[in-house]
């Protein structure tokens, strides 16, 4: 079986694990702005930090309303949203039972930055599916990233 593969510039990749440092101990939020390839492979150009509106943002993440539609408006037709990131200061790169509740599951990737060892920060991508059976829950699928 082929893995999935995901594609991230560089310098997206260094906006996305600088934001989420700088947000410590809280969690942090953004948004991946990109393309999908003609082999149906998704690639990240750009990220979009977004101000986390959750109630308590040390341990949860709600991507803030008017800024998520100012970024995907900004976006245009020019780019379409790749993924959706949030950090998780204390715990691993791993979807909790929460995240896997997102209403966002046809977005083609969401990403976790564990800043557990915050010199050393893990990142994952998984493309959330639906189960073949039980049609309330989502599986996670993890992605190879590749960096360019
Ligand atoms: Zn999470």
């Known amino acids: 079986m082929n893995r999935l593969q995901i594609r991230i510039h560089r310098q997206a990749w260094s906006e996305m694990l600088g934001h989420c440092l700088e947000a410590m101990p809280r969690e942090a939020c953004g948004l991946l702005f990109g393309y999908l390839s003609a082999a149906g492979i998704p690639v990240a150009l750009n990220y979009v930090p977004i101000a986390n509106a ?13 800024e998520l539609v100012r970024a995907l408006y900004a976006a245009g037709g020019k780019h379409e949203l790749i993924g959706i990131v949030h950090s998780h200061p204390r715990s691993a790169p791993y979807p909790s039972d929460r995240d896997l509740a997102t209403l966002w599951h046809t ?42």
């Open 54 to 66: 959750a109630a308590n943002p040390l341990h949860s993440f709600e991507l803030h309303p008017q």
């Open 107 to 148: 977005t083609p990737s969401h990403w976790i930055v564990s800043l557990r060892d915050p010199s050393l920060p893990a990142v994952k991508a998984f493309a959330f599916r639906k189960r073949q059976q039980e049609h309330s829950s989502l599986e996670a699928i993890s992605y190879d990233i590749i960096m360019e």
